[in-house]
């Protein structure tokens, strides 16, 4: 799959970012080693801290579906140009060793190794 057909899911599941209280709405698509994408968005709530992340809540997603070989995620924000995972998202992307994080600078692809983004990610 295309990265700029992914950006394009996390673009459009972004609309439905339920966000009454930051107003910043964010979307997310993951791939599988199958092929599959699975998308999410974020959602809040009125004790702040129980917020789930796009990438979170794509993840969730895919893993109920049964796939936990995730390749690659795109992430978008309407909001916000080259929108990067949060580090509670960066953690568990690493637990599911996705390889490739796509973000959207000026309209283009902008691809990040998961390596990069949380080095010495905590394993044991
Ligand atoms: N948010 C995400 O969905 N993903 C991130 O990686 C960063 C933050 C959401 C949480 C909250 O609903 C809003 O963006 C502002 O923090």
Request: proline share 4%.
């Amino acid at each position: 799959m295309d990265y700029r057909e992914l950006l394009a899911k996390a673009k459009e599941v972004s609309q439905n970012a339920y966000v009454p209280y930051s107003k910043f709405k964010v979307g997310a698509c993951v791939l599988t080693e199958d092929g599959s994408t699975f998308c999410g968005c974020n959602f809040e709530n009125v004790s702040y801290g129980l917020t789930i992340c796009a990438e979170r809540n794509a993840i969730g997603t895919a893993i109920a579906n049964g796939q936990t070989k995730i390749q690659a995620i795109a992430i978008y924000s309407p909001n916000e140009d080259n929108c990067v995972p949060c580090g509670a998202c960066r953690q568990v992307l690493a637990e599911f060793k996705c390889d490739e994080v796509i973000t959207e600078v000026k309209g283009e692809p902008k691809v990040y190794k998961l390596n990069y983004l949380i080095p010495e990610s905590f394993q044991f």
